[in-house]
């Protein structure tokens, strides 16, 4: 992805690479929710999938297990008409519905809209309100936080070098790929 700014191959050469590599991946799924644990032994089984839309395999696994899936996810992924799919460029809205479908093709992901299963997207729906067109099993549940920070305190030496300074920015770039040969 560095290498090609998205999930479609740049050249040829690179679709056997790819192919490959989610061999691999969707050969170690069922193992990774039925084998114990690795380091530990510890006997596992998985009871349900919390998985996101590009994941791959999610829903095989959960039917094979016959467990249930719930998909979460901070962009949309399930078609609708009121807006495009955030990874395709399409400017008029009778492409937006069918934008999902070309881009979960192109990414070799479940191969098929998601409406079906239980979906909860992570954003405000102050921001982005759920579509009219998205059914009962889809909504917008608003961020997710974790209170793991309510009791930190942080070391004294950092306070103090937090105090002598102007307040500090902070720029994250989250889950972006950087090319490590670009650094």
């Known amino acids: 992805m560095a290498r ?4 479609i191959p740049s050249a040829p050469g690179e679709i056997s690479t790819q192919r490959k590599q989610l061999k691999a991946i969707i050969e170690s799924l069922l193992a990774a929710c039925t084998e114990p644990d690795i380091e530990t032994g510890v006997p596992f089984k998985a009871q349900a999938i ?10 095989h696994v959960a039917e094979a297990l016959g467990i249930p899936i ?17 990874l395709a460029r399409v400017s008029q809205s009778a492409g937006y519905w069918l934008s999902y479908i070309v881009v ?6 479940y191969h098929g809209s998601i409406s079906h299963l239980p979906t909860g997207y992570m954003w405000s729906p102050h921001l ?17 936080f974790l209170n793991l920070g309510s009791k930190y305190e942080p070391k004294e030496e950092f306070l ?3 105090q002598k300074g ?18």
């Open 4 to 7: 090609n700014k998205g999930f």
């Open 50 to 59: 919390i998985a996101n839309p590009p994941a791959y395999g999610h829903v």
């Open 70 to 86: 719930h998909i979460f996810f901070t962009m949309p992924w399930t078609p609708t008409y009121e807006f495009p799919h955030p």
């Open 104 to 109: 979960d093709l192109l990414i070799c992901t």
């Open 128 to 144: 982005v309100p759920k579509p009219i067109d998205w059914g009962p099993l889809v909504d917008v549940v608003g961020y997710c």
């Open 160 to 162: 103090q070098w937090i």
């Open 166 to 183: 102007t307040e500090p920015v902070y720029i994250g770039f989250g889950s972006m790929i950087v090319n490590q040969n670009s650094l």
